[in-house]
């Protein structure tokens, strides 16, 4: 455990990613689709850009400190939210500084810019609390506890570089996965990070996932991994939901991991209009008993549908098998 000669904020600094906007030659201008990203991962894929002859690309941030208690024990002034994006490979160091929002310095916003040219893989992005301590200034008195992972080339947004999902057979497998034999797959959120894990009973299902087989079978694998991609949305929202930290007056409060990550881009779905605490209270006093927690479940499912952008992939997958018949009457 790291000590440090003066007082430092107990509470979380989270930080996430919310808009990725890319620029190429002749100032052409592209933002990155919502798949380019993972608030669960933590990892922007700046590879999956429609065009490979982008030039920068400028990262939308929102910060959220523990103001609460900075404001409470006055240990801190001058206090500067800073967004620090680096690579060992190439020695590049970006710093940004982000603005405070209206509700009195717990979130912080704004942008830091990326130059491909500077970048060979990929560069940590961290988020830092400076501010004056005891008369000394530009002290860093808080950091996003993980990084955030910006792949230059990486098409799918995934830490580890490979998809966290399992296959194996449910009829043989742990007793738990012998009661749900009959499900092509189920999300497990019971670890770290949540995993899918795909059943090999069903004949035909991991090979439709894995891209193998003809073109009608290509397009439906795409919609089966849209559907299993709005299945882990939904599951992560409902885990991060149902075991919320809560303060002495019952204000529910936002986990510093992924699943505060996960809440923040979904609850503007499920309960629009709101701020985001707001909506995390009304959420919650639901869940918990006070007002109709079924009539919510549309609008989760609705969330979870649009991230996993399985709208746009279903009309795809129909557009694309309808020409396949018609090319086979020709």
């Not at 007082?7 to 990613?17: C, I, L, Y």
């Not at 929102?62 to 020695?91: Q, S």
């Not at 009973?201 to 290509?218: H, W």
């Not at 996993?308 to 090319?327: F, H, K, M, S, Y």
Request: charged share 30%.
């Amino acid at each position: 455990m790291k000590v440090y000669p003066y007082p430092r904020p107990v509470g979380a600094v989270t930080a996430r990613v919310t808009a990725v906007r890319l620029r190429g030659p002749g100032d052409s201008r592209e933002q990155l689709d919502t798949k380019g990203y993972s608030v669960v991962e933590r990892v922007v894929a700046l590879g999956r850009a429609e065009r490979d002859d982008w030039q920068t690309a400028r990262l939308s941030l929102t910060a959220e400190l523990p103001a609460r208690e900075i404001e409470k024990k006055g240990h801190w002034t001058d206090v500067a939210v800073v967004a620090v994006l680096t690579e060992g490979a190439t020695n590049v160091r970006t710093v940004a500084r982000l603005a405070p929002g209206v509700e009195g310095g717990k979130e912080w916003t704004g942008e830091i810019g990326l130059d491909r040219d500077d970048h060979l893989d990929r560069a940590s992005l961290m988020v830092h609390v400076v501010a004056t301590v005891g008369g000394v200034e530009g002290r860093i008195v808080a950091s996003t506890d993980l990084e955030w992972l910006i792949d230059v080339t990486a098409e799918v947004p995934l830490r580890d570089r490979e998809l966290d999902v399992s296959t194996v057979s449910f009829s043989r497998g742990a007793e738990w996965l012998r009661s749900l034999r009959d499900a092509p797959w189920i999300v497990d959120t019971a670890g770290r990070m949540p995993t899918v894990r795909l059943n090999s009973d069903f004949e035909g299902l991991v090979a439709l996932v894995e891209g193998r087989g003809s073109k009608v079978e290509s397009v439906v694998g795409e919609m089966l991994l849209a559907q299993m991609c709005a299945d882990v949305w939904t599951a992560v929202f409902h885990t991060a939901i149902g075991d919320l930290d809560v303060e002495d007056d019952g204000t529910p409060l936002f986990p510093p991991d992924w699943r505060g990550a996960v809440l923040r881009e979904m609850l503007p779905d499920i309960v629009p209009g709101r701020s985001a605490e707001e909506a995390l209270r009304e959420v919650h006093t639901r869940r918990t008993g006070e007002g109709s927690w079924t009539d919510l479940q549309p609008r989760i499912q609705y969330a979870a549908a649009r991230r996993a952008e399985v709208p746009q992939t279903l009309a795809g997958t129909v557009r694309e098998i309808e020409r396949l018949d018609q090319e086979t009457r020709a």
